[in-house]
């Protein structure tokens, strides 16, 4: 026990009078800031991916159901990791954010109604 505790002593002298903490220390940070500065680039990205990964586990939201947000509405005919893709009477497309489900009122008319 004490021939470990003269070796952990020896290796933080020798790293320590060697500069190799804070080249340690310099590379944690930057890559501390480098995923910080990720993160905010990428902030609207990963509210899509993380409200579609909602979207794949509910089973409120499927294609051929209908969907009303804002005014706007469309059947679904593609879900993806981060849209939704709806065709709307005029057969034009509607590409929805999957973050809109979460932010804003959705209204969603099923297309096959379970009786209970």
């Known amino acids: 026990m004490a021939s470990l505790l003269i070796v952990i002593s020896e290796v933080a002298y020798l790293g320590a009078s060697l500069g190799l903490f ?3 220390l310099e ?6 800031v480098g995923m910080v500065v990720f993160g905010i680039a990428l902030q609207h990205q990963l509210k899509n991916i993380a409200a579609g990964i909602g979207v794949f586990f509910s089973s409120d939201i499927n294609i051929g159901d209908s969907i009303t947000i804002k005014d706007v509405q469309g059947v679904i005919i593609e879900l993806h990791l981060t849209k939704i ?3 709307t009477e005029n057969g034009g497309r509607i590409i929805i954010p999957n ?3 979460a932010e804003d009122v959705t209204v969603i008319y099923n297309k096959q109604r379970k009786s209970h």
């Open 85 to 87: 893709i709806a065709l």
């Open 22 to 24: 804070e080249f340690a």
């Open 27 to 32: 590379l944690i940070t930057s890559i501390g």
């Open 99 to 101: 973050q809109k489900l």
